[in-house]
């Protein structure tokens, strides 16, 4: 595979790799007011939503590249109005994100996988999906594979996008800034659900999603560690792992490709009515 070296800002200490596992020692519940409970002796996280209030987690560490992995089972039943999140972010206005999040429905009906990418404070790079399972009868794994080259999300190791880094070409790609993770359930029933249609069945509360098996095999940032001279990500990178050089073979590419005819119902790439300027920049490249 092709390295390519990259005249990036990176802490010093991107030699050292996370490893994820343990709830107690990787994450803190950030909001919720004892809705978010760390269960099965740190192996799981449950978050709660009533008619209050939502609930949150984020990691303890902040990344800067790497593979990160969470097992989810979402809400059941008629989870209407309900958003389940998981996503890497840094701060400020000009933020870099990269999103999972999940849109709930009426019972019966399949929920919305919403993924986005911001760069520099810029989103609206929406890619939606319907999933080929039942996302609340089993946990499935989430994946963002995030290195200098490519986003990658993928479930339960299937790719289903692929978001490169063409800055060659004039498209900002999230590389600078070291994000953390964060996890929350919360209402969004003024949207989230068939455009707001759909509200959150309050006498169903308390509504409860899962987590278990969050991995971060990533490249960990420390406040006040000097800066990485340019050029040694290329010789660093056989110490970090396959992530590093990780991009769509033939046979992950037509799996993804597979996922999107079959299962995409929303590509910003395509909508046209949105942009009528003209599609962003990275829709024409490929």
Same mark, same amino acid.
């Given at each position: 595979?092709?390295?390519v070296?990259?005249?990036?800002?990176?802490?010093?200490?991107?030699?050292?790799?996370?490893?994820?596992?343990? =709830?107690?020692?990787?994450?803190? *519940?950030?909001?919720? %007011?004892?809705?978010?409970?760390? !269960? &099965? @002796?740190?192996r799981?996280? +449950?978050?709660?939503?009533?008619?209050?209030s939502?609930?949150?987690?984020?990691?303890?560490?902040?990344?800067?590249?790497?593979?990160?992995?969470?097992?989810?089972?979402?809400?059941?039943?008629?989870?209407?109005?309900?958003?389940?999140?998981?996503?890497?972010?840094?701060?400020?206005?000009?933020?870099?994100?990269?999103?999972?999040?999940?849109?709930?429905?009426?019972?019966?009906?399949?929920?919305?996988?919403?993924?986005?990418?911001?760069?520099?404070?810029?989103?609206?790079?929406?890619?939606?999906?319907?999933?080929?399972?039942?996302?609340?009868?089993? =946990?499935?794994?989430?994946?963002? *594979?995030?290195?200098? %080259?490519?986003?990658?999300?993928? !479930? &339960? @190791?299937?790719?289903?996008? +692929?978001?490169?880094?063409?800055?060659?070409?004039?498209?900002?790609?999230?590389?600078?800034?070291?994000?953390?993770?964060?996890?929350?359930?919360?209402?969004?029933?003024?949207?989230?659900?068939?455009?707001?249609?759909?509200?959150?069945?309050?006498?169903?509360?308390?509504?409860?999603?899962?987590?278990?098996?969050?991995?971060?095999?990533?490249?960990?940032?420390?406040?006040g560690?000097?800066?990485?001279?340019?050029?040694?990500?290329?010789?660093?990178?056989?110490?970090?792992?396959?992530?590093?050089?990780?991009?769509?073979?033939?046979?992950?590419?037509?799996?993804m490709?597979?996922?999107?005819?079959?299962?995409?119902i929303?590509?910003?790439?395509?909508?046209?009515?949105?942009?009528?300027?003209?599609?962003?920049a990275?829709?024409?490249?490929?």
């Amino acid at each position: 595979m092709r390295t390519v070296a990259l005249g990036i800002v990176a802490m010093a200490c991107l030699v050292a790799m996370a490893q994820g596992g343990n =709830f107690f020692q990787d994450a803190e *519940i950030s909001w919720g %007011q004892g809705r978010g409970k760390i !269960v &099965d @002796g740190g192996r799981g996280l +449950d978050l709660t939503l009533d008619r209050s209030s939502g609930s949150g987690f984020q990691s303890k560490n902040e990344y800067l590249f790497g593979k990160i992995d969470m097992q989810i089972k979402l809400v059941p039943g008629n989870s209407a109005g309900t958003v389940t999140t998981f996503y890497l972010s840094s701060q400020g206005e000009t933020h870099d994100e990269i999103d999972f999040e999940f849109l709930g429905n009426v019972t019966g009906e399949p929920y919305t996988l919403h993924t986005n990418v911001f760069t520099q404070g810029q989103g609206q790079r929406e890619q939606q999906f319907r999933l080929w399972f039942d996302p609340t009868q089993t =946990f499935h794994t989430y994946s963002i *594979i995030w290195n200098p %080259q490519h986003i990658i999300f993928a !479930v &339960d @190791g299937t790719p289903i996008r +692929d978001f490169k880094n063409q800055e060659a070409r004039g498209v900002a790609f999230p590389k600078s800034q070291p994000m953390r993770l964060y996890a929350s359930l919360w209402n969004a029933d003024d949207w989230a659900t068939q455009g707001g249609r759909v509200k959150a069945d309050w006498s169903r509360a308390p509504f409860v999603a899962s987590f278990r098996g969050f991995n971060a095999d990533a490249c960990v940032w420390s406040a006040g560690a000097q800066r990485c001279p340019v050029g040694t990500m290329e010789t660093a990178a056989p110490a970090r792992g396959g992530w590093w050089n990780q991009q769509l073979n033939d046979m992950s590419y037509r799996r993804m490709r597979w996922v999107q005819r079959k299962f995409m119902i929303y590509n910003y790439c395509t909508d046209t009515k949105r942009f009528p300027q003209g599609i962003p920049a990275e829709c024409k490249l490929r």
